[in-house]
């Protein structure tokens, strides 16, 4: 079975208390047009959705750079808030999720050394 990417974007800023976030496994990530009071904690990027179908779907996968993340599990809202607004919280854990997030599995540690320029993809299978 071969992938399509579903979605892509390019990292365009990254707030000065992000990596507080990334330490405790989680990640937020908003389009362009990011409330002033989440910029300090948010990845911001540029979107571009290359596919209409569904992207946040458990076994898909998330792609920042070289790192890659497992969707393990989507909320409810997830998929719409990321084509509406470019935004989505990242999860990793067993808390049950929020209607925003997408609880994921991989290499957190990688996340630490994100930079703009950056991109992220979501890779259907």
């Known amino acids: 079975m071969s992938s399509v990417c579903g979605f892509e974007s390019v990292v365009v800023s990254i707030g000065p208390e992000v990596a507080e976030f990334v330490a405790t496994h989680l990640v937020i990530l908003f389009g362009e047009g990011v409330p002033e009071e989440l910029a300090d904690v948010s990845v911001v990027h540029h979107a571009r959705f290359v596919d209409r179908d569904l992207i946040l779907v458990p076994g898909n996968t998330i792609v ?38 997408v609880r994921v599995s991989g290499d957190w540690l990688a996340l630490q050394g994100l930079q703009t320029g950056t991109t992220v993809k979501v890779w259907r299978r």
């Open 64 to 101: 920042f750079g070289e790192s890659l993340f497992v969707i393990d599990e989507v909320g409810c809202d997830a998929e719409n808030n990321l084509r509406e607004l470019g935004h989505v919280v990242l999860v990793e854990g067993n808390e049950p999720i929020l209607p925003g997030q």
